[in-house]
Structure formats: structure tokens, C-alpha cells
């Protein structure tokens, strides 16, 4: 049985801030992460986003995962796959965000190529490490905003398509809104040597 320890007073707080700030450590002033890349203005996103569209198509895929014709969703639609032996109480866990996700990775402003790149070496790292659930925000930005015909959220549509594929993905679904809604995923790896 676990019990409960008290809550520390100030003088032990002001005394770890102090030993951390001897330390070394300092205050975290954003709470976004630094890609070290530089932010772009967002006509240059789309105009470099338009290229990688009308691009995608002609390149060969070089990769696990496939880069061929996807099937179209909607911005607002839940994803969710799951392989068949997944218990359903894990998979409504999943579902209700229980299992908490121990790394993130958001694919905002990658081209089809770079989105694909990015989320094939997040998962290899995530495998790597043994962590169980991941999150991956794709976004819900539509085609038509990149000047093409469809009217369908490129990355997320590919997203879908490609962690399917994914043979350590156990299954993944549409986040809460608290985690970003139908522009994010869950995803539930499998660790390595482990069953279901």
C-alpha cells in the first residue's frame, strides 16, 4: 500500500531552486520546443509546401513506408487503427488519453518528403528507447491551401497511411483536444520483444 507524503514546505522548495540553480539549470521561458530551424512566414511555407506537393508525386520511394496515392480524410475525422489481438481495454485507454505519451513529435510546416523522413526516425527512436506511446501532430491543413484540386488534409491523410504500414505500431488514434484533437495521434508501439 502507498501512502501519501506531505507536501514540502517553502523553505525545502527555495532550497532545491537554489541547489538547481547552483547547478547550472535554468528556467524554461517557452514551452515550444527549438527544431533549430528557423520559423518561416507562412507564405513561404505554403509556397514551398505547393512545390513538395506537385513534387511528391514523381519521386520513388526510398523508404519503409509508401508515399503512393493515400486515401483522403477529413480534417475533422478521428483516425483510429488498431491489429486485431490489441485488447479492447487497451485500446479504449488509448482512446481516452490514459496512457500517457512519453515523447511528441509535430510534423507543422514539413513537406510530404521531410513529414515522412521525420516520422520514420521518430519512431525508430522511440522504438529504440522502448517507449510505449508517442504523440505526432500532423496538422489539419487542407491540399486545396496549397493550391491543388483535393480538399483534403495532406500529412494527415499520409499519416494514416503510413503508420499503418508501420510494424511496430500497435495502434494509433485522434488525440483529446487537450492534445490536439483530430490534428494529432496516439500512437501505441510495441516495445521490443515484448507481445501484445
Known sequence: ????????????????RQALEDAGVHRLHTNRADTGRPRRRDDE?????????????????TSRT??????????????EFAVPDLP???????????????AGLDLHGYTVSEAREQLET???????????????????ARASLLGKDDD????????????????AVLAFCSARDADGGTGAVYILLRRRGDAV
Not at 511555407?45 to 520511394?61: F, G, I, K, L, N
Not at 522511440?126 to 496538422?139: F, M, P, S
Request: charged share 30%; net charge positive; hydrophobic share 35%.
Open 1 to 16: 500500500m502507498s501512502r501519501r507524503r506531505d507536501q514540502p514546505d517553502d523553505a525545502d522548495i527555495n532550497v532545491f
Open 45 to 61: 511555407a505554403v509556397a514551398e509546401r505547393r512545390a513538395a506537393a506537385t513534387s511528391a508525386d514523381t519521386q520513388a520511394p
Open 66 to 79: 509508401s508515399d503512393g496515392r493515400v486515401e483522403p480524410v477529413h480534417p475533422s475525422e478521428a483516425l
Open 88 to 102: 479492447y481495454r487497451t485500446r479504449t485507454q488509448l482512446k481516452r488519453g490514459n496512457i500517457e505519451w512519453e
Open 122 to 140: 521518430f519512431l525508430q527512436d522511440a522504438h529504440g528507447q522502448r517507449w510505449r506511446c508517442v504523440l505526432v501532430i500532423h496538422g489539419k
Open 152 to 167: 483534403y488534409p495532406v500529412i494527415k491523410s499520409h499519416v494514416n497511411a503510413w503508420l499503418r504500414e508501420w510494424p
